[in-house]
């Protein structure tokens, strides 16, 4: 029996050093029938595409934006180029261990329809010097809607393998930026279960000066805070339906309006979380949190 095609897309913009890198993890999987198309979010040079002409292999392609579009915009134009049974997403900054398209089929493969996304386990490696700093390997299987509703559960959308028909008809929200692949997740996982290979397959970069969504800065703080409030959005009856992990929500949005010093917003949202569920033990834990954060602030003025 022939074994399924698997797209492999690769989003790209401005990292032309490290897409070479990406390009040639796909090229040496153990797994050969795949096609790779590497989306170009508009680059502000034609390097990626003269990186991408580099490789002779012709499941290689190129295809290239306009004008910049954002991440889930570029994933949703290589699902439209996809004619594979599988799609499979690569970050142009991660790396693919050789067997990860192997295994990841071979577990498909012995799945029911319900299952729509395959995962497996990743390293956080800094560039700079190659060291590991985490290992993230999550057990999650079957159903997970209600763990997908609160967070991303499952890991990076570098590990993901996807039923192709699902994904077409889910696609990446382009209207958000922040929580990107928990969002898509948290989507599909309303009708679908996962599972996962459960060994390291996945190499994700930090930590190497380029582009990283990070909550750290203003900027990412604040897309954090819409991402979460996008949920209630969203996912409005079933957060209804379970009032603690939609009272966590609640209290991780007020924590990071502490973080920006807008303590009225912080308050107000801290009341939500604990008129939503006065049981729920972490939002006190971040309320004594964000108090902390308060003192330190001002004890440092």
């Given at each position: 029996m022939k074994s399924p095609?698997?797209?492999?897309?690769?989003t790209t913009y401005n990292r032309p050093g490290l897409l070479e890198r990406a390009i040639r993890s796909v090229l040496n999987q153990t797994y050969e029938n795949f096609e790779c198309v590497v989306v170009d979010d508009c680059s502000s040079t034609h390097k990626p595409q003269e990186i991408t002409q580099k490789f002779t292999d012709n499941?290689?392609?190129?295809?290239?934006?306009?004008?910049?579009?954002?991440?889930?915009?570029?994933?949703?134009?290589?699902?439209?180029?996809?004619?594979?049974?599988?799609?499979?997403?690569?970050?142009?900054?991660?790396?693919?261990?050789?067997k990860k398209l192997e295994k990841q089929i071979d577990l498909f493969e012995r799945l029911e329809d319900k299952y729509a996304i395959v995962y497996c386990?990743?390293?956080?490696?800094?560039?700079?010097?190659?060291?590991?700093?985490?290992?993230?390997?999550?057990?999650?299987?079957?159903?997970?809607?209600s763990k997908a509703l609160e967070g991303q559960p499952i890991g990076s959308g570098s590990t993901l393998l996807v039923r192709r028909s699902i994904a077409k008809n889910t696609k990446f929200d382009v209207d958000i930026d922040r929580g990107i692949d928990g969002d898509f997740i948290r989507r599909v996982c309303q009708e679908y279960y996962v599972d996962y290979v459960p060994e390291?397959?996945?190499?994700?970069?930090?930590?190497?000066?380029?582009?990283?969504?990070?909550?750290?800065?203003?900027?990412g703080i604040r897309d954090a805070i819409s991402g979460h409030k996008i949920k209630f959005d969203k996912f409005s009856t079933e957060l209804n339906a379970h009032p603690q992990c939609a009272s966590r929500i609640l209290?991780?949005?007020?924590?990071?309006?502490?973080?920006?010093?807008?303590?009225?917003?912080?308050?107000?949202?801290?009341?939500?979380?604990?008129?939503?569920?006065?049981?729920?033990?972490?939002?006190?834990?971040?309320?004594?949190?964000?108090i902390k954060a308060g003192i330190d602030h001002y004890g440092h003025r």
């Open positions: 095609k698997v797209t492999v897309v690769i499941r290689v392609t190129y295809t290239r934006h306009e004008q910049n579009m954002g991440l889930s915009a570029a994933r949703n134009t290589g699902i439209e180029h996809s004619d594979g049974e599988y799609v499979a997403f690569l970050d142009d900054d991660d790396v693919w261990k050789e386990w990743m390293n956080y490696r800094r560039h700079t010097d190659e060291k590991i700093i985490n290992e993230y390997c999550p057990s999650h299987d079957g159903n997970i809607f390291i397959l996945v190499e994700y970069y930090v930590e190497h000066g380029k582009d990283r969504i990070t909550s750290q800065d203003e900027s209290a991780k949005i007020a924590y990071h309006y502490a973080q920006l010093g807008e303590w009225r917003m912080s308050v107000k949202y801290y009341q939500k979380a604990l008129s939503t569920s006065p049981t729920t033990v972490t939002v006190y834990r971040s309320i004594l949190s964000s």
